[in-house]
């Protein structure tokens, strides 16, 4: 490396999007210019030196490979360093990536995008697809890597609004509630603090199915306080949100930031009859001889809520689908279930959609927080969905949700039949090249689980 590149690196430091040289080169050069006139007064060069930095300025080479799946390779990499240390040989990672899968995430999304974003004021989306099991199949973590390199999949927490509330609901059914029990949909005042429902309009006494299904705001906050803000947080930890939830009343129009990963893991365990899961990436390991340095435990996690309840839900939410807020999604053929989520002032879109096969989450918005043009989770998220899931289930055979008719009938779900989740289907793998060593170096709890799915 010469001495103006690296005056170049330590200069983007100070701001690694704004200063990025594939993206702004003269305000990438102006820092670098300000590093070498630092290190010549500080005497860690030669003035020589820095004429000759000056004089011949790094070459930026135009980066081959801006597609979403390096966005996938982000994510793998940079656990791959902290947890196996210095690296000193190649190494190969296979990924439960499928490359199909992936590309159509990334057409689905970015085609949208380019096409009505921009008259809708959204500037960003991301989608993530896994299997019941927790095997990610396609993450886009933006609409355009080269411009981006956050990823939105993994690392943002954004709010998910209403699509928060399975958590709730689940909350209500597993303390004595039925998808037929009837709660008030009118106005209700929390010491000053009334919310209403997104149309405006209230139904009176309603079931919980048709609650979920629009959506009913004032229902969720009645169910939240019967049941307590902390009861909807436990349940929602054990589903596998890791987020910090605030305690209050407002949880239940979800008001505290989640990241997409662990919002659409969390969906997968009402895929899957009710097990836990751990969101996973990396396959197996394997060094240049062959020799296997890591190899995912394919074990299953124990059961997290109970056949009944995931019977219950999965009734419940594939209601939003055929008289709900996603009655747009179109998927032929396939029982399907999801939510749908829009948070205060229009700032984010979800919505969190699954078959048997595979779940998906879609989000839509903008990076700086500022309010889309009236975009809601039924509308375009939903739209991506549903292109991407159509695709998606071409030639597999169809599967009925746990609990629901076709798969021993609702009543056999509700009382204790659920299958546990099975193993993926074969892909088409995305394999990783790296050097690495083969140690076992340490790594927080929550990259181990969410890339290798360790128990």
């Known amino acids: 490396m010469t001495v103006a590149e ?48 000056l004089a011949r300025p790094p070459r930026i080479v135009a980066q081959a490979n801006t597609g979403s799946v390096n966005y996938v390779a982000d994510w793998v990499m940079d656990a791959l360093n902290d947890t196996l240390g210095r690296v000193e040989e190649d190494i190969t990672v296979q990924t439960t990536i499928d490359a199909n899968l992936q ?15 921009d008259k809708n004021g959204v500037g960003q989306g991301a989608l993530v697809a896994m299997t019941a099991d927790g095997s990610v199949r396609a993450l886009v973590g933006g609409r355009n890597y080269a411009d981006s390199q956050f990823n939105r999949a993994v690392s943002a927490k954004r ?19 039925t998808p037929d029990s009837v709660r008030e949909d009118r106005p209700i005042n929390v010491k000053g603090w009334q919310p209403e429902n997104y149309s405006h309009e209230y139904f009176g006494p309603v079931t919980l199915t048709k609650a979920l299904a629009l959506s009913l705001n004032t229902v969720s906050v009645r169910l939240t306080l019967e049941f307590t803000p902390l009861a909807v947080i436990r349940t929602a930890y054990r589903l596998g949100i890791v987020s910090k939830l605030e305690p209050n009343g407002s949880i239940a129009l979800g008001t505290s930031e989640v990241s997409m990963l662990e919002l659409v893991g969390a969906y997968a365990t009402f895929a899957n009859g009710g097990y836990a899961l751990v969101p996973h990436v990396v396959q197996k390991i394997t060094a240049a001889n062959g020799k296997v340095l890591y190899a995912r435990n394919t074990g299953q996690l124990g059961r997290i809520v109970e056949a009944r ?27 399907a279930a999801g939510k749908t989520g ?17 779940v998906t989450g879609v989000w839509l918005g903008n990076d700086d927080g500022t309010s889309t043009k009236h975009v809601t989770g039924g509308g ?11 695709g998606a289930h071409q030639g597999v055979p169809v599967a009925s949700l746990p609990g629901a008719s076709g798969g021993g009938g609702f009543f056999s779900g509700l009382f204790g039949n659920g299958s546990r989740p099975v193993p993926p289907a074969p892909v088409q793998p995305v394999a990783a090249t790296r050097a690495a060593t083969t140690g076992t170096g340490g790594l927080d709890g929550w990259l181990l689980n969410g890339l290798f799915g360790r128990r």
Do not use: C
């Open 6 to 53: 690296a005056a170049l690196l330590a200069g983007v430091v100070k701001s690694p999007s704004r200063l990025a040289p594939t993206r702004n080169f003269d305000g990438a050069e102006k820092r670098a210019k300000a590093v070498l006139a630092a290190m010549a007064e500080l005497k860690f060069i030669s003035h020589s030196t820095e004429r000759t930095a």
């Open 159 to 177: 709010q998910p609004g209403s699509a928060f509330k399975p958590f709730i609901y689940l909350t209500a059914i597993e303390h004595g509630l």
């Open 309 to 335: 309840y995931v019977a219950m839900m999965n009734q419940m939410m594939a209601e939003t689908l055929t008289i709900g807020t996603a009655h747009k999604a179109t998927l032929p053929g396939w029982p």
């Open 380 to 390: 375009l998220p939903v739209e991506i969905w549903s292109r991407f899931m159509r």
């Open 103 to 117: 590309a159509n995430a990334e057409k689905a999304l970015t085609d949208e995008l380019a096409q009505r974003g």
């Open 342 to 358: 829009t948070s205060q002032d229009f700032r984010d879109a979800w919505f969190i959609g699954y078959t048997a096969h595979l």
